[in-house]
């Protein structure tokens, strides 16, 4: 897969073999063939993703992770999967650019009881899913998304987050 990883935060030891197996288990759960994907990760801290968000969502607030599609794959309908993701006219498939930050992922995990590998690679298949169309703005969408995230992370051995 192309996977450019930028990490602007040196406290994101291991994100990179973590993004590596999340993305993976995601693009083989959606049928997606890694070797033509290409997708942007930011490991970055709050500060800076305060300012993404801001930027690009008019919330001035730190969160966890964020996500940009290249394109809009949405269904048009509630609850429906969203469309394929389909290869460009070189033959790749620009998925789009992903960040999250330490310090609300590590706030996450602590305030959770949770292993920090965990929740990371939880947030990456999150993200990811963003870029591939999935939502969780509207209820149907949401139910379908979290059923996504559960079915993969359960395949890695990883507990449902939503379960608490």
């Given at each position: 897969?192309?996977?450019?990883?930028?990490?602007?935060?040196d406290?994101?030891?291991?994100?990179?073999?973590?993004?590596?197996?999340?993305?993976?288990a995601?693009?083989?759960?959606?049928?997606?063939?890694?070797?033509?994907?290409?997708?942007?990760?930011?490991?970055?801290?709050?500060?800076?993703?305060?300012?993404?968000?801001?930027?690009?969502?008019?919330?001035?607030?730190?969160?966890?992770?964020?996500?940009?599609?290249?394109?809009?794959?949405?269904?048009?309908t509630?609850?429906?999967?969203?469309?394929?993701?389909?290869?460009?006219?070189?033959?790749?498939?620009?998925?789009?650019?992903?960040?999250?930050?330490?310090?609300?992922?590590?706030?996450?995990?602590?305030?959770?009881?949770?292993?920090?590998?965990?929740?990371?690679?939880?947030?990456?298949?999150?993200?990811?899913?963003?870029?591939?169309?999935?939502?969780?703005?509207?209820?149907?969408?949401?139910?379908?998304?979290?059923?996504v995230?559960?079915?993969?992370l359960?395949?890695m051995?990883?507990?449902?987050?939503?379960?608490?």
């Amino acid at each position: 897969m192309n996977l450019e990883i930028t990490i602007e935060d040196d406290r994101w030891q291991g994100l990179t073999a973590l993004s590596h197996v999340a993305i993976a288990a995601v693009l083989d759960h959606c049928g997606l063939d890694p070797e033509i994907c290409e997708i942007s990760l930011l490991g970055c801290n709050d500060a800076r993703i305060a300012e993404l968000n801001a930027e690009f969502r008019e919330k001035p607030t730190p969160t966890n992770v964020l996500s940009w599609p290249a394109e809009d794959l949405s269904p048009d309908t509630p609850g429906q999967t969203p469309a394929p993701a389909t290869p460009d006219f070189t033959g790749e498939i620009a998925l789009g650019d992903i960040a999250i930050s330490y310090d609300t992922c590590a706030r996450e995990a602590a305030e959770a009881g949770k292993p920090m590998d965990d929740h990371v690679t939880h947030l990456i298949i999150h993200g990811l899913l963003h870029l591939l169309g999935y939502d969780h703005i509207r209820d149907p969408d949401a139910t379908l998304m979290e059923a996504v995230e559960v079915e993969i992370l359960g395949k890695m051995g990883i507990d449902d987050p939503y379960n608490t």
